[in-house]
């Protein structure tokens, strides 16, 4: 986190909790920051900086308001003119990364060390050296690509991780191309830190971070779809969910059709744990894999609405709507199903 | 038994050398005729050798113990590469199955290391009593003793385990340890009579310096004049992960040398390449802490600076100890700044849990989450049924042995007289004058000049850059795949 990064996060139009940016950063699934995180766009960065600290969140907040670019009030934030200036020429400027989605639905990380111990494997096999220190990885990801070497040894893995490399790397720009390819490990090449790359092409450790992991992301994808079996099994195992597993039976059976009661005493959760399983379930998942009607019958949406229409979005209080008999939580979902319908960015 | 011959043979073909190191044989030899063996010997000196040649010859499994995780991983990966496959580590970090299957296939593995905490598990334990044990290692023996930097109370558990596993052949290994810690370690593991091989502590061709600096601006300058002038490759060792990354950048900046930070708090990916560019000498400088240097083993080490003084001679005396492993001369540099002991101080202070944490943390009735080493290390004592008073003396006593150690060394940086000598006496290996080499330590040459010591860099325009690879992403996968059909010879 910098405050390069703090700014892209933040909006010129209204206050930002700093706390769910933090949290989604962190990766906290919770159903409020689930919500706000579907709000300020940023839910393709959950769990992004695992060990960002309080500290030094706070840190780059009051660098950035030192600086004229935020005001902070309680620990919301909202750019300033000049923050909104400098905002839109570092999107000019910075990388703009376009596939973090995939980081829900994909254990990156993992198909990253996985692909460079790979490659690494490979490339010593090209030199028919068996002697050579190996990448160190977590026992599992060693583990995987000891089986997957195993496996696949006697193809030619040499010309397919060649033309594997050689078609992703030379669809890309010049400049990413041989930045990615220099952090890549094998034979008498030991491969580039992150540090040492965003040296020497001036961009600052985030933003390489950013970049790599974009460009991890675009791997993923092409993997996903090629037709070289050695390459595509790197793959194996590492789809995520969505939603959590447990969120994932209850929305299973409430999608069968069982009343919340049901699925409370049936799994031996709190109702309020179901709804959240629910809520969760309606924020990740695209709004035509989720019953809202059943949640929300329409003459209730049509209630509720008539007193919120002219509200923004985010501005929606509950106490406007607490008269009529509907709970928070089917607040929250109308909140929710709106947000998904408009879209509204602010 | 096994004769002389067997061995030398061995050596040769399992090794590929002729000849053994200083200690080696006398250590092998030892454990042959079934003598219980503790070795000291200094780090470099190929330790590890006796017993992976040991079960080579004997062809029996050898149990290491050993303190940490990532010492053991990469102690399995050495073998690895050169070619012992059937080498494991047993960690917390493997998965219940993957424990079992290993347990299970106890004698498929030559070697096996494991973790003290691991061995006192009953499943590993009566695992292992159905097997037989060629040899049990107990590596870093050091930190069976209180008296050592290093203590660990799970080592304490090893006499009973060693009794438990049906009394096999032992060998203690460290690097460092003064009589009082050798009697210890002897006495806790319940083998008083071992055989002690001892090979001198002291490396003759490391040239010991001191240097005080009224402030930090002067140290850092006297510094980068250092790193600029000096002979590379070099490590620079810090207090302080912050610091070794602030230097990294600033003798970068003033030096045109390759530069790197090394410490616990990168990813093990960055942590592999700094470590394998600096193997390749593809990097002239590191700055570390005291993280770096579990497996490397790089011989033509030429300085080793510390930005900040140790807690203990024990632990100056390893790192310095990477200098000059092909024998030639090379030089250890302390740069000490008055109040730099404070820093020492505060850092060694946090490790000794503190009377008030010990009060907390034996109200707790339940271990503490992972990481939290303090509350680990007292959970240990409760579990043992240890008093709270009890532990409250024992870290008493070990916070004035801290002192005591942390004295010692600044008696080293301050002493007028022979430092050498200083840290002979220290380790009990005190040596003839005459036996000290022509170029010793800054007390006896206060104004050492490096270019008669060979130690100035001679080619002044070294400045290549950090990308001296292929300067196009086609070259490196040209290179990476061996497009162009090199075989290499290896």
């Known amino acids: 986190m910098d405050t390069a990064q703090l700014i892209t996060f933040l909006s010129p139009t209204a206050p930002r909790r700093l706390r769910v940016i933090e949290n989604i950063l962190v990766g906290k699934r919770t159903v409020s920051t689930l919500y706000w995180g579907m709000r300020y766009h940023q839910l393709s960065w959950l769990g992004y900086e695992k060990r960002l600290t309080r500290n030094v969140m706070d840190q780059t907040a009051l660098e950035l308001k030192n600086k004229g670019l935020v005001t902070v009030e309680e620990t919301n934030a909202q750019l300033t003119e000049l923050g909104a200036i400098e905002q839109q020429r570092l999107l000019n400027k910075h990388y703009q990364p376009k596939y973090l989605n995939l980081r829900l639905i994909v254990d990156v990380e993992a198909l990253w060390q996985r692909l460079l111990l790979a490659t690494q494997v490979v490339s010593e096999q090209a030199y028919q050296n068996k002697h050579y220190y190996p990448l160190q990885v977590s026992w599992q990801v060693k583990q995987f690509v000891k089986r997957w070497f195993h496996q696949f040894y006697s193809d030619d893995l040499r010309k397919a991780f060649q033309d594997f490399w050689q078609t992703f790397l030379s669809q890309l720009p010049n400049d990413q191309a041989l930045l990615m390819s220099r952090l890549l490990v094998g034979h008498q090449r030991p491969g580039e830190t992150l540090v040492q790359v965003a040296h020497d092409f001036e961009l600052t450790e985030s933003e390489v971070r950013v970049m790599i992991t974009d460009l991890i992301c675009q791997l993923a994808k092409v993997i996903a779809h090629t037709e070289t079996a050695s390459l595509r099994s790197l793959l194996a195992g590492l789809s995520r969910s969505l939603i959590s597993t447990s969120a994932q039976q209850t929305l299973n059976s409430f999608m069968a059709g069982k009343s919340l009661e049901v699925i409370s005493h049936q799994r031996q959760l709190k109702l309020s744990t179901v709804r959240e399983h629910l809520l969760e379930a309606a924020i990740m998942l695209p709004p035509e894999q989720f019953d809202f009607q059943r949640i929300l019958p329409a003459q209730l949406v049509t209630q509720m609405l008539a007193r919120l229409a002219k509200t923004p979005l985010d501005q929606w209080q509950f106490t406007q709507v607490a008269d009529l008999s509907v709970e928070f939580w089917q607040f929250r979902l109308l909140e929710i199903l709106r947000s998904k319908q408009t879209d509204d960015k602010y | ?490």
Not at chain 2, 95 to 113: D, G, I, S
Not at chain 2, 420 to 435: I, K
């Open chain 2, 1 to 490: 038994m096994i004769s002389t011959e067997q061995l030398y043979q061995t050596l040769q073909k399992r090794f590929g050398f002729s000849h053994f190191r200083a200690g080696q044989l006398e250590a092998l030899t030892a454990l042959t005729a079934g003598q219980n063996t503790l070795a000291v010997l200094p780090t470099g000196a190929g330790k590890t050798l006796i017993y992976e040649l040991y079960g080579a010859a004997t062809q029996q499994l050898v149990l290491i113990v050993s303190p940490l995780i990532s010492l053991m991983q990469d102690q399995v990966t050495t073998l690895n590469v050169k070619g012992e496959k059937r080498a494991a580590a047993l960690t917390s970090l493997m998965t219940y199955p993957e424990k079992n299957w290993v347990l299970q296939h106890l004698t498929a593995y030559r070697f096996l290391f494991v973790s003290p905490e691991m061995l006192s598990q009953d499943a590993v334990l009566s695992a292992l009593q159905n097997v037989s044990l060629g040899l049990l290692v107990v590596d870093e023996a050091h930190c069976i003793s209180t008296w050592g930097p290093d203590f660990r109370p799970e080592y304490l558990l090893l006499g009973q385990i060693r009794h438990q596993l049906n009394d096999p052949l032992t060998l203690m290994t460290t690097a460092t340890a003064t009589q009082h810690v050798k009697t210890d370690i002897k006495q806790k593991l319940q083998l008083p009579d071992a055989t002690e091989v001892v090979l001198p502590i002291d490396r003759q061709n490391i040239f010991l310096d001191v240097a005080q600096f009224e402030t930090q601006t002067d140290k850092d300058d006297r510094l980068i004049e250092l790193v600029t002038t000096l002979k590379k490759p070099g490590v620079v060792y810090f207090s302080s992960k912050k610091k070794a990354n602030e230097t990294a950048e600033l003798l970068a900046l003033k030096t045109h040398c390759r530069v790197a930070a090394y410490h616990a708090g990168l990813d093990p990916e960055t942590r592999f390449k700094v470590q394998q560019q600096f193997m390749q000498d593809q990097l002239d400088v590191i700055c570390a802490t005291s993280a770096f240097g579990m497996g490397i083993d790089k011989n033509n080490v030429r300085f080793v600076i510390h930005y900040h003084v140790p807690s203990d001679l024990e632990a100056y005396w390893q790192e310095i100890g990477r200098a000059g492993r092909d024998g030639k001369q090379s030089i250890a540099i302390l740069l000490y700044q008055p109040g730099d002991e404070q820093i020492a101080q505060f850092l060694s202070d946090a490790t000794v849990p503190q009377e008030n944490e010990i009060h907390y943390y034996f109200q707790q009735m339940a271990p503490q989450i992972a990481g939290d080493e303090k509350a680990n290390l007292i959970w240990f004592y409760k579990q043992h049924h240890y008093q709270e008073r009890q532990v409250q003396e024992l870290f008493e006593r070990r916070r004035e042995q801290r002192m005591v150690a942390f004295r010692k060394m600044m008696g080293y940086l301050r002493t007028p007289t022979c430092k050498r000598q200083y840290v002979q006496h220290y380790f009990d290996q005190v040596s003839q004058p005459d036996e000290l080499p022509a170029d010793c330590c800054s007390s006896d040459q206060p104004d050492i000049d490096l270019t008669a010591l060979g130690l100035i860099s001679t080619n002044d325009s070294v400045t290549v850059s950090q990308n001296e690879g292929p300067a196009s992403w086609q070259a490196i996968l040209t290179q990476l795949f061996n497009a162009d059909g090199k075989t290499d010879a290896v």
